[in-house]
């Protein structure tokens, strides 16, 4: 099976501008997961989505927002960017639910910067 | 805040020394979960441990999950350069509406050749 993609690897984007980065996951799996990752805090986790659903969601602001299509695959978007939101972000699929039995499987990731 | 506290945040050893981290939580995990992240790379999952007190290796690779399951440590014998990377532990924790999977801030191990 292919593994889990994500596009694009590289984006710099300039405080204010929005952001769509999208996800697929592994073929039949219905989760996906998005993190966002910088070296001073560690993975941490933005939402899930499982079958169109948002299923949970962190301690990020409201301009952090996502969906999935019924194809699975999940798109992620940030509205008025700032300096801050410059990280490494990863998805991750699973058959079902993160952590409740399943593993996660992590795409690539895409690295945003934001000048 | 984070609930998966891991320990410790760098570890440097010279080839061929082991190698342990530790990861802790606040409350019972179902499960935990850990994963390597080679630099520059992403995460990779390594193992789920779910029983009390269970013991899994994989090659050089010993993970334990406490009696209490509220603890789990990664032990490497004999590390080598390809050991390099970040160790995360993740367990499942209650978000409110659902269980998401936390994950601990990693271990940065670097090997001296």
């Known amino acids: 099976k292919a593994g889990v993609t994500q596009t694009p690897r590289y984006l710099i984007k300039t405080r204010g501008q929005q952001v769509t980065l999208s996800c697929s996951p592994i073929s039949g799996h219905r989760s996906v997961s998005w993190y966002q990752q910088t070296p001073g805090q560690g993975l941490q986790f933005l939402f899930e989505y499982f079958s169109e659903t948002q299923r949970n969601k962190g301690n990020f602001p409201g301009r952090f927002s996502g969906r999935q299509f019924s194809n699975s695959r999940s798109e992620m978007n940030v509205s008025t960017l700032e300096l801050g939101d410059s990280a490494l972000y990863l998805c991750?699929?699973?058959?079902?639910?993160?952590?409740?039995?399943?593993?996660?499987?992590f795409g690539p990731g895409t690295r945003l910067t934001v000048l | 805040g984070q609930q998966v506290m891991q320990i410790p945040q760098y570890q440097h050893v010279q080839e061929g020394e082991d190698f342990t981290t530790y990861c802790n939580s606040s409350t019972t995990l179902s499960n935990i979960q850990w994963y390597k992240q080679r630099p520059g790379g992403h995460p990779v999952f390594l193992i789920q441990l779910v029983k009390s007190g269970e013991v899994k290796k994989q090659k050089r690779l010993t993970f334990q999950f406490g009696e209490a399951k509220k603890n789990s440590s990664l032990h490497i014998t004999a590390t080598q350069t390809t050991d390099v990377g970040t160790y995360f532990c993740a367990g499942p924790k209650w978000g409110g509406s659902n269980y998401k999977l936390t994950f601990g801030k990693g271990t940065l191990l670097t090997v001296n050749p």
């Open positions: 991750a699929s699973s058959e079902g639910l993160a952590g409740i039995t399943d593993t996660q499987y």
